[in-house]
């Protein structure tokens, strides 16, 4: 297995002031609502706004306000780590196949939070910061977003007890295609169990949101994910299912984990909005079997119907059940969300914290962070005129600090992260340098 990086960023960065570090880890109950609730989107005409940006990717093109959700997308994928005892779980298994189910497990719920999200995250500003540090789930991360054109995204997540990393650079494509938005999934994220002495790797699926122009908007997951243990060879392969002509295959996933020989030890499948199983590959073959010769029939009387309305990709009727296998094991459920989630933006409880900002936190953030932004903090506080004028001032600050580098050839630097080889996919990646919980904020740009 190839050796990790250089740094050992757990035993190198000295650790903060005790002070520091109870004023910045959430040990209290994080916040279960946000200060003010969602603006209806109504009555806004969005088609004036989108019909120039068909086939176009939406990374280049300035997005008005009413698109957006009160994080930014530093904080979105700060939520892969709701579901962090999953990894502690594969931690502690001591069978190879037992670690790849929970770590599969992970893959999925790391994209649950998508489910109805369908406001936009901010785009992060060149240079902007994340940190979070979760007692009671065991863990910190750093975020930085390192370029601008294209947009991408390092983060790096690490064991409070030096059990686990968690890394990897994120750079999705975003296209219009008329009636929907497609998000096509760019980097790798890489899993090292530092106890096992083992690494995974994986891409995210591709995401859809339907119908931004007319009628109810919906999400699906689409894609082959393959989750890669490169010290025993175990691989999962997980295909998340795409609506269908039959409405039956939306949110599901399925599929197996094999060892280096290619031999099949068990079937992964579920819905990534509800829970995944486990279960021997001859029960889920008898039980599949079963299930089509029920469903012949019904799918005739379907296809004969066809669509109602042209207009609108029909949001399919969704029962949230996975019909279970007998003998299977429950590899993971989903977190139920707040009563009031829906005029939260549909946001989690893990994600209604994240740009919580407790008193004296402002001392010890970078002033990078995303925190810090005044754009989200007036959308979050319900003023969207404010939360407008203070988006476009900030985009305007940012091109005119990269003309002014142009002009002076300067070339932006990165802090925390640099461009490196990952040892495991030899592909090439943003890899974090350590430092940053040393608290060293001298130099920082200012941003905002």
């Known amino acids: 297995m190839p050796s990790r990086a250089p740094v050992d960023h757990l035993h190198q960065e000295q650790p903060s002031p005790s002070n520091i570090n109870k004023r910045l880890r959430q040990v209290c109950v994080p916040r279960t609502s946000l200060p003010a609730p969602m603006f209806c989107r109504n009555s806004l005409g969005v088609w004036s706004i989108l019909k120039k940006c068909i086939g ?13 959700e009160p994080l930014s997308f530093l904080q979105r994928i700060t939520e892969y780590m709701e579901h962090t005892y999953l990894i502690n779980r594969a931690c502690s298994m001591p069978d190879s196949i037992e670690r790849m189910q929970a770590v599969a497990a992970f893959a999925v719920s790391a994209v649950a939070s998508q489910w109805d999200r369908t406001g936009k995250p901010f785009n992060p500003l060149l240079g902007e910061t994340y940190e ?90 689409y894609g082959t994910v393959e989750i890669v243990n490169h010290s025993t060879g175990d691989k999962c392969v997980l295909n998340f299912k795409a609506c269908g002509l039959f409405e039956k295959e939306l949110h599901k996933v399925e599929g197996y984990i094999q060892d280096k020989n290619k031999k099949k030890h068990c079937v992964i499948y579920g819905k990534w909005t509800e829970c995944m199983w486990s279960v021997d590959p001859q029960a889920y073959e008898a039980h599949k079997k079963s299930e089509k010769r029920g469903d012949i029939k019904k799918h005739k009387h379907e296809e004969q119907q066809g669509a109602e309305n042209d207009d609108a990709d029909d949001m399919p009727e969704v029962q949230e059940t996975v019909s279970v296998v007998p003998g299977s094991t429950l590899l993971w459920r989903i977190d139920s969300r707040p009563e009031h989630s829906a005029a939260m933006y549909n946001f989690t409880n893990f994600a209604m914290s994240l740009n919580e900002l407790e008193p004296g936190m402002e001392a010890i953030l970078a002033p ?17 005129d404010e939360a407008s004028k203070e988006k ?6 940012q091109r005119a600090a990269r003309k002014e580098r142009a002009r002076s050839e300067e070339e932006w630097s990165t802090r925390w992260f640099q461009m490196g080889t990952n040892p495991y996919t030899n592909s090439m990646g943003w890899l974090y340098t350590g430092g940053y919980f040393n608290r060293n904020y001298k130099d920082l740009p200012d941003i905002y």
């Open 132 to 221: 979070l540090t979760r007692d009671d789930q065991g863990f910190r991360l750093v975020s930085e977003q390192v370029s601008h054109h294209p947009p991408v995204s390092a983060f790096h997540a690490e064991s409070l007890v030096g059990d686990f990393v968690f890394h990897g650079s994120i750079y999705p494509k975003l296209k219009f295609w008329g009636k929907s938005i497609e998000a096509e999934p760019r980097g790798t994220i890489t899993l090292e169990l530092l106890k096992h002495n083992e690494a995974y790797t994986w891409s995210n699926p591709s995401c859809c949101i339907h119908n931004v122009i007319i009628g109810k908007l919906w999400i699906e997951q």
């Open 392 to 397: 476009e001032r900030l985009e305007e600050k």
């Open 56 to 68: 176009m990717e939406l990374s280049k093109i300035t997005m008005p306000i009413v698109f957006n």
């Open 368 to 384: 990078t962070d995303c925190r810090f932004r005044p754009d989200i903090r007036a959308m979050e506080n319900g003023n969207m």
